[in-house]
């Protein structure tokens, strides 16, 4: 998102720059859409985690997911928010930092993913390609009142 948003930038800043303007100078805005992450695979299955309350208290339902590699899980703020996931680089499998670095979109830190502020909002993350086992996480604005839990990835 922040490499369209250059790209579109320094297009309008070289369409500004006056003089004769070149019909090729037209595709060049396309150009940041081909750097996009290919789609997740077509048998992929999209799990949901809602983020939501049991009373007062903020929880993931449902708080323990097992899924396969190549699965989309799918996290939706419901009520109680902001909301986000997190991961312990401790917690999760070898390999899996640089693996969640590139599958988190626009995270706020290394691990953590962006605020969910709105009810309806989402964030998926695909795990194509991710090392099998356990990534235990927890929502960072409301981990001091429990809210966490665990994805387990197999074959």
Same mark, same amino acid.
């Given at each position: ?24 100078? /037209? @595709? $060049?805005? *396309? =150009?940041?859409? &081909? #750097? /996009? @992450? $290919?789609? *997740? =695979?077509?048998? &992929? #299955? ?110």
């Amino acid at each position: 998102m922040r490499a369209t948003w250059l790209a579109t930038g320094l297009v309008l800043v070289a369409a500004c720059g006056g003089g004769e303007k070149s019909p090729a100078a /037209a @595709p $060049a805005a *396309a =150009a940041p859409a &081909a #750097t /996009a @992450p $290919a789609p *997740a =695979a077509s048998n &992929a #299955t999209v799990h949901e985690i809602d983020m939501t309350l049991d009373g007062t208290t903020p929880k993931y339902s449902p708080a323990t997911l097992t899924i396969k590699q190549g699965d989309i899980v799918r996290f939706v703020n419901k009520e109680g928010g902001p909301h986000n996931v997190s991961f312990w680089p401790d917690s999760i499998p070898a390999g899996a930092q640089a693996f969640l670095t590139g599958a988190m979109k626009d995270p706020m830190a290394p691990l953590e993913s962006q605020l969910l502020v709105p009810v309806g909002s989402t964030d998926e993350i695909s795990f194509a390609g991710a090392p099998e086992g356990v990534y235990h996480f927890y929502c960072l604005p409301h981990l001091a009142m429990g809210m966490h839990g665990t994805i387990t990835v197999t074959k």
